[in-house]
């Protein structure tokens, strides 16, 4: 059991499940589930370019492999807008206008994003999902709003934009606006309102579904269709068949490229929704399995004929809010699409293409998120033109080309923060135990002949250089009078060779100065390292204290005049 809980956390959870207890509750946030993905998921097909049928083909077996794989019990693996416009992004340029082609690249991509995860699942690079910070995410999905809101603007209005980038589209779509066509503008602001009103006053009821039979109802009975209204068209019914796609190996760089930079966003955004559902709930998950359950979920959407997808926020939500306590909640959601594949595609070929245009719109606006940029201004101006930055990047080169600017953003940023860490002289400040950074704190009391320094950060090959500067500058200012140098050891969390080099250096030119270098913090760590990289001598014992208030009290006792009385310290 334990060595299939490591391989399948799932397996040994629906082993033990309690069927008289939870069953019921997982069943009806199933069903719920269910009718919120089925609407989606023609949307989301429509947006990916996709028939619409495929998207239902993209909800039915990656649930179930989550289930078997996956170790959140909320979180629901279904298409998602952002990874939807990155595939478009990534296979229409490769595609040129071929339906077949299109699609077999669509599978081979999501094969190849499955692989990625299961490959970075066994390299444990589960820390990735922390690698994207929150600003560098936000942009991301910000901007990919902005193009999945231009992209379907056409469609409530009745005429195609084929322009293929933002800028452009939005030029496309004032140019077109003389052609709109009014049966289809009536027939999209008509589903806003059924969406609007759904929300406002039937909010346990999926409004995307709602919003899709009436728009259904109202093109069947009024025979908008033929009058000019795009309509999805008959849906084949039945479960898809495997296929092995065709494709030229011409086109296996570009998608490999395209399948790493998908795999990144969909692990860190559905990540991050199996993160919020689990604190929420108070359990764990395992992030590096996450990342072999997200692969088993997109190889199982490519072997159903469908594409890509990731943890979905508001299928996730349904779920929770519906009451499901278990992954069971996946299993009923994906039997109750499958059945509707089998008896009930029929009604479907009604649904008009401006009505699911309004539910895409409405996906987009729910993923642009104004108060998470609040918050961050709040927080840290600079991180929120680092979001901007994201999101015009999305606006300007398209999603794929904005995964290389979001990762080459992250790179820069963890260098110049670590790098460039942030340094403090310490003193004491009334009123408040231990040790403080002078800077914020004025009224910090310094003590003479001691400099306490702190480094936030390791002293490595990168900012070695760095530190020794910053260090030597601190000497400087101390004055003349300065004879003990401690350095606070406790944030400096890791020293390389470099490193370990530098503070060699720092001590000899501290010591041409007559200033001794004392370190504080970690020292039965620091003595034990040094005793196995065979440097330790027998001084250092004598200049490396366990706190820095020790320090502060041996460095007292030692220029204390001989008829002075105890330090009371």
């Known amino acids: 059991m334990a060595r299939l809980a490591r391989l399948a956390p799932g397996v040994p959870a629906l082993l033990r499940y309690r069927f008289a207890a939870d069953f019921r509750h997982d069943l009806v946030a199933g069903i719920s589930v269910a009718a919120v ?10 947006l990916a370019g996709f028939d619409p049928v495929v998207g239902l083909y993209s909800c039915i077996l990656p649930l179930v492999a989550y289930a078997l794989f996956g170790t959140s019990r909320q979180l629901m693996v279904n298409p998602d807008a952002a990874t939807c416009a990155m595939i478009a992004a990534a296979i229409t340029p490769l595609a040129a206008g071929d339906p077949a082609l299109y699609g077999s690249l669509a599978i081979l991509l999501t094969f190849f994003t499955g692989l990625f995860c299961i490959a970075a699942s066994f390299l444990r690079l589960g820390a990735l999902a922390d690698f994207l910070s929150k600003p560098i995410l936000v942009g991301f999905l910000n901007g990919v709003a902005i193009s999945i809101l231009l992209g379907q603007i056409g469609k409530l209005f009745g005429f195609a934009i084929e322009s293929g980038r933002i800028i452009p589209r939005l030029l496309e779509f004032i140019a077109k606006l003389p052609q709109t066509h009014g049966p289809t503008l009536a027939v999209g602001l008509g589903s806003f309102a059924v969406l609007l009103l759904a929300r406002r006053f039937l909010p346990r009821w ?13 093109v069947a009975v009024l025979k908008l269709d033929g009058q000019g209204v795009a309509v999805l068209g008959a849906v084949p019914a039945g479960l898809p068949l495997p296929r092995w796609p065709t494709v030229s190996l ?65 299928r996730t939500a349904m779920a929770d809010s519906a009451g499901g306590r278990t992954q069971v909640t996946g299993l009923v959601a994906a039997a109750t ?21 309004v539910v895409l719109v409405f996906a987009a606006f729910s993923l642009f998120d104004i108060r998470a940029l609040r918050d961050i201004w709040k927080i840290d101006r600079r991180e929120v033109g680092l979001s901007v930055l994201t999101m015009l990047g999305v606006v300007a080169v398209g999603a794929i080309n904005a995964i290389l600017i979001a990762v080459a953003l992250a790179l820069v940023r963890f260098v110049k923060l670590t790098a460039r860490p942030r340094d403090e002289v310490l003193g004491q400040v009334d009123g408040l135990p231990g040790f403080h950074s002078v800077e914020r704190h004025p009224g910090a009391r310094t003590f003479s002949g001691l400099a306490l320094y702190r480094f936030d950060g390791p002293i490595t090959f990168f900012n070695a250089a760095y ?40 001590r000899e030119a501290l010591e041409e100065r007559g200033i001794t270098l004392i370190l504080a913090g970690r020292k039965t760590e620091l003595l034990n390292w040094l005793q196995e990289i065979g440097l330790y001598r027998s001084e250092h014992k004598e200049h490396i204290f366990p706190t820095l208030r020790q320090a502060l009290k041996a460095y007292r006792r030692e220029t204390r005049p001989a008829d002075a009385p105890p330090d009371e310290e």
Do not use: C, M
Request: aromatic residues 8%; negative net charge; hydrophobic residues 60%.
């Open 337 to 357: 699409i499958a059945t509707v594949l089998l008896f009930l595609t029929g009604p479907l070929r009604y649904v008009p293409i401006a009505a699911l245009g």
């Open 37 to 46: 993905a089925l609407p989606v998921a023609v949307a989301y097909a429509e």
């Open 467 to 506: 530190f020794k500067q910053r260090a030597l500058a601190v000497a400087d200012a101390a004055g003349p009078e300065l004879q003990w140098f401690v350095i606070d050891a406790i944030p400096i969390s890791h020293i390389d060779v470099t490193g370990l080099y530098v503070l060699r250096d720092l």
């Open 250 to 314: 011409e086109h296996l760089p570009a998608l490999l490229a395209s399948a790493a930079g998908l795999a990144l966003v969909l692990f860190s955004s559905g990540v991050l929704t199996a993160r919020s559902f689990a604190a929420k709930n108070r359990y764990e998950i395992d992030v590096d399995r996450e990342f072999a359950a997200f692969g088993a979920a997109n190889i199982a959407a490519a072997l159903s004929q469908g594409f890509a997808v990731t943890g979905a926020a508001s």
């Open 206 to 218: 999926p409004a995307a579904l709602i919003t899709l039979v009436v728009a259904g109802i109202a």
